[in-house]
């Protein structure tokens, strides 16, 4: 097993073994949410008669250094299990001669060369930086940073709407600091756009600051050592400027390819995304040599999705099995300060595959019990089941937004590898009180125009 990339960011971040997902992604992300979500708890604890005297401060350092020696624990376990199982791994950076022969290159800049019948790349991707912003990569950081700061990132500006920015945005307006989230055009793009507005209709509500169709122009670093950010708002066309003391980019990611020599070696990218193009089994333009992950074109950018594809890929290249990896109705969820998970198509989607008059789409606004006590805002917290609308109404999409949402979508995605229908849902009894139960109970759909509401417990 060869590391392809070194584990550094532009601004000088390093970790071990594990990928983005145990290093830079899910693991300290979903911790730092939890961070958040504690802060909330507290604050709701008050009602529930918890007396807590005197101010609730939050202190990074003693978060982050738990949080990455965490993540230490798990580089640390792989590096076991990778022993145990006796997989020889190679910290180098490594690029292909030919189909067959791979040269990789140690620290100190010595080479090696090795060979092998099969040839999988699985190097994944890397945010993106602005470049053509002057400041942007000299005093900006990324999802490879923030994780792994000993200090508060303080005042912080996140630049971009995708999950990872409003995941970032959330946590870090839910520990305290101020934080402002700026969008070029739509948040959470290729999701839907209901849940979408929800998640930061929430957020705004819940104290993160949006500066909606703003496109930054510069970053300046001041004397005082603050960062001083342009730009301009698409509406008026005016520049406007604010002082930062973080800038965090979340632009979209890019797969890790360009220093593979792929090309050279016959294997076809997409010239527009940099991914490589993949067959069903996995397999590159070159017979030999697989791609899965997210540099993989077309596929979802989720770990949980790689993982299974190499296991697949791995008993497939071993003659065990023939199976393929099944990339329809993957279920994921955004760990936004009210998370929303999702599974199979949004409602844009069905629309377009299958035409408005051909989806029926069932839907509930509902509060969590949680919240009667603390006396919490539920306007957001909203189901949303898509379904085709003739015969027996098969689920196209499942949308939900609300506590623990990830657990609540896990349970239900499983009904879409078993052809869930509507009906099904509605003959499922629900666990009383949960907020999971409200989607065995759906009943009204937005074609009636009735309100959506639940009323009683």
Request: some cysteine.
């Amino acid at each position: 097993m060869i590391n392809k990339t070194s584990h550094a960011s532009l601004s000088g971040t390093k970790w071990g073994i594990g990928g983005t997902c145990v290093n830079v992604g899910c693991i300290p992300k979903k911790l730092m949410h939890q961070a958040a979500l504690l802060g909330t708890a507290l604050k709701d604890a008050q009602k529930y008669g918890w007396q807590i005297t005197g101010p609730i401060s939050h202190d990074w350092s003693t978060m982050a250094e738990a949080v990455q020696n965490h993540v230490r624990s798990l580089n640390w376990g792989h590096r076991v299990q990778l022993q145990d199982k006796e997989v020889k791994y190679l910290n180098v950076k490594g690029s292909l001669l030919d189909e067959h022969t791979v040269k990789g290159l140690t620290r100190t800049g010595k080479e090696i060369m090795l060979t092998a019948k099969n040839i999988v790349i699985a190097t994944g991707g890397r945010p993106k930086y602005p470049t053509h912003i002057p400041g942007a990569v000299e005093h900006g950081i990324t999802s490879d940073d923030i994780f792994w700061l000993k200090e508060s990132p303080g005042k912080t500006l996140v630049v971009g709407a995708s999950y990872v920015a409003l995941e970032c945005a959330g946590f870090l307006t839910g520990i305290g600091l101020e934080t402002t989230v700026m969008v070029r055009s739509i948040p959470l793009r290729g999701f839907d756009q209901q849940m979408a507005g929800l998640v930061t209709d929430y957020m705004e509500a819940y104290g993160t600051k949006f500066s909606w169709r703003s496109v930054p122009k510069s970053v300046d670093k001041l004397s005082s050592g603050v960062l001083q950010v342009t730009w301009t708002e698409e509406q008026t066309g005016k520049d406007q400027r604010d002082t930062f003391d973080s800038v965090l980019w979340a632009v979209g990611r890019a797969p890790e390819t360009k220093t593979l020599g792929l090309e050279k070696v016959g294997v076809k990218l997409n010239k527009e995304s940099g991914k490589i193009l993949v067959a069903a089994d996995e397999s590159t333009s070159v017979p030999n040599i697989y791609a899965f992950g997210d540099i993989g074109e077309g596929r979802p950018e989720l770990t949980p999705t790689a993982i299974k594809a190499g296991k697949l890929l791995a008993r497939r290249l071993a003659g065990q099995t023939n199976e393929l990896m099944n990339y329809d109705n993957v279920a994921t969820t955004v760990f936004t300060p009210l998370e929303y998970g999702c599974v199979g198509l949004s409602e844009e989607e069905a629309e377009s595959r299958h035409g408005k008059d051909s989806i029926e789409v069932y839907h509930a606004f509902y509060k969590p019990l949680e919240f009667t006590v603390a006396e919490r805002d539920a306007s957001q917290c909203y189901i949303k089941v898509v379904c085709k609308r003739g015969g027996d109404q098969r689920i196209l999409g499942l949308h939900f937004t609300g506590p623990n949402a990830g657990e609540v979508t896990q349970g239900f995605a499983m009904g879409f590898q078993c052809g869930a229908t509507l009906t099904h849902l509605k003959e499922t009894v629900g666990i009383h009180p949960t907020c999971a139960e409200e989607l065995t109970k759906v009943n009204v759909s937005k074609r009636s125009g009735l309100d959506a509401t639940v009323t009683g417990c």
